[in-house]
C-alpha cells in the first residue's frame, strides 16, 4: 500500500529533477529521455526502497521484466551511457537529500506513542492487525474490518515526516 505512493513518489521527484512532465514515465513512449528516467526510477525504487516488482511495473505501466532489465543494465548503463549516468546521478543526490529530511523511530514505545497522539486509536474487538514499521521500530495496531481504512489514512498522516511501511495482517 505505502509502496505504491513511495515509488509514485521517486517517479514525481525524476520527472521534476530531469525536466518532464509529471506522470509521464507511464506513458507508452519510447523517447530516450523518458527511458532513462524509467530505468533510473525503477532501479531506485529497487534497490533503495525494496519495493515489489509488480509495484513498480503497475505504476510505470510496464510488464514486471522491465524492472529486471533496470536492474541488470544499470551497472553497464552508468559505466558507459554518459546521459544515463547524469540521469542517475541528479536524481540520486536529489533522492538522498529528500531522504535525509525523514526520520525514523529507535524504539517501539516512541513510535506507538506517537501514532496515539496523532488520531490512530485501537479496537478492542479486533479483526484486523496493521503493523507498522519505522527504522528498527515496529508497532502493532488491532483495528476492525469497518475502521481499517481510516487508522490507514490516520496512521499515514501521523507518519508523514518519517520513514514507515504499513502491512495488513
Known amino acids: 500500500m505505502t509502496e505504491e505512493l513511495n515509488f509514485k513518489a521517486i517517479c ?4 521534476r529533477v530531469v525536466g518532464l512532465p509529471s506522470g509521464c514515465l507511464s506513458l ?7 527511458q532513462t528516467a524509467r530505468s533510473v526510477a525503477g532501479y531506485i525504487g529497487l534497490i533503495e526502497e ?15 521484466t522491465a524492472t529486471y532489465h533496470y536492474e541488470r543494465t544499470h551497472d553497464k548503463n552508468f ?5 544515463y549516468r ?8 536529489e ?22 497522539q496523532n488520531k490512530v486509536m485501537e479496537s ?14 515496529k508497532c502493532t495496531i488491532h483495528t476492525s ?20 511501511k504499513i502491512d495488513i495482517i
Do not use: P, W
Not at 547524469?86 to 543526490?93: A, L, Q, W
Not at 533522492?95 to 496515539?116: A, C, S, T
Not at 478492542?124 to 521500530?137: C, P, Q
Open 145 to 164: 474490518y469497518l475502521d481499517f481504512s481510516n487508522q490507514i489514512e490516520n496512521i499515514k498522516l501521523a507518519m508523514r515526516n518519517y520513514h514507515f
Open 12 to 15: 514525481d521527484l525524476t520527472t
Open 86 to 93: 547524469n540521469t542517475f546521478t541528479k536524481v540520486y543526490k
Open 28 to 34: 507508452k513512449n519510447r523517447e530516450r529521455e523518458l
Open 124 to 137: 478492542k474487538d479486533s479483526d484486523v492487525k496493521l503493523m507498522v514499521e519505522s527504522g528498527r521500530a
Open 79 to 83: 559505466k558507459h551511457c554518459k546521459i
Open 50 to 64: 525494496n519495493i515489489d516488482r509488480n509495484v513498480i511495473a503497475k505504476v510505470l505501466n510496464r510488464d514486471r
Open 95 to 116: 533522492y538522498k537529500d529528500i531522504d535525509g529530511q525523514k526520520d525514523i523511530f529507535i524504539n517501539n514505545r516512541q513510535m506507538r506513542n506517537h501514532l496515539l
